[in-house]
């Protein structure tokens, strides 16, 4: 045991740039996600055909399955590690799924749901990654044409990400004591977690909640006679609740981390760099963050005339513009802990 722990200390220490320059990066060769419409690239359009525009119109010039005018954080991840977009598990046209599987959905929750119109819980996802996991590899014993699919040991050599809990938590804010439900909502996470892992995932990258209190479709379901609100005009409570549970995610992972000793598990701070586009809108050029880009009228979708100057595309999720900030501050790991880029998210983070 001393040996081992002499050992630890001897590696582990890996803080910031200098020191990633002696650490090999990853090859992640796959992107396994997991997660709701923040990192949805078409499984709620293809299950209820509802992606129309201007929706992808700034970078896709069509609707791509995004609740964006463009590319999402994932969209930018897979940029980085030199993959192509992933391609819905929902979709079943063009897809190509060699380099991973999206199996996020608009609307999904960490729990089981039964009044939720969108059936694809956490716990449904990753039953999915388990059929396409062993239809793989059936497809490979026969002899069948994989061109499409990723290759067996890309499995226990990709990434896999997740981004979940908001819906959850929205749900929460209309009981009774919103922050009871934090514990059950991050058991079922570490649930999917440890299954992920009993499958041969090893590289998770996980994003804690965004401020749910700066939403603005939120403010349409708060009574302002009650609520408090802070400079930005974001709700206090509500932004309590996502600070009380991106807490104890940060515990949960720890204890994940001792659990599945094999595992590099990375938390990322969104949070921060969500709140702080939010709270510095105006010095880095954006309007007023409680106002969104497109609107509903008269059965038509309408959008601003400059998206990229909205954080808030639709006000649930965010423009292209703001994705493109968020992923520039969480890819290279300033945000994460351990504090390692995205290439380098294989690493184990030893504590100590
Ligand atoms: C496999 O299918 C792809 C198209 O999906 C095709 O381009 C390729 O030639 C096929 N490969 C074999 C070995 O049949
Ligand atoms: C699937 O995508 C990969 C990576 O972009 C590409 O190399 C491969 O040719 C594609 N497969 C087919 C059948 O289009
Ligand atoms: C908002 O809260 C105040 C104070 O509790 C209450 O008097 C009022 O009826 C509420 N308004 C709505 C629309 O529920
Ligand atoms: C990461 O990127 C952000 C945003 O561009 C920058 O402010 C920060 O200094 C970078 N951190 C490191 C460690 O490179």
Redesign the pocket.
Known sequence: MLVLAMFASSVAIVVGGAEVKGMSPCSFSAIFNFGDSNSDTGAYSAALGASRLPDGKTFFGKPAGRASDGRLIIDFMAEQLGL?YLSSYLNSLGT?Y??GVNFAVGGATIRRMNDQPIPFYLGIQTTQYDQFKARVTNLYNQGKNT??LPRIEHFSKALYTIDIGQNDAVRAMFLHNPQEQIPDMLNQFAQAVRHLYRQGGRAFWIHNMGPIGCLPINQNFINRTEESFDQNGCTNRWNAMTLEYNKQLKDKVIKLRRELPQAAITYVDVYTVKYGLIRNAKNLGFTNPLKHCTRHLEGINRQCTIPSTYISWDGTHYTEAANRLFAKSILNGSLSDPPLPITHACHKHVTL
Do not use: A, C, I, Q
Request: glycine share 0%; charged share 15%; hydrophobic share 0%.
């Open positions: 192509p190509n060699s380099h061109s499409r």
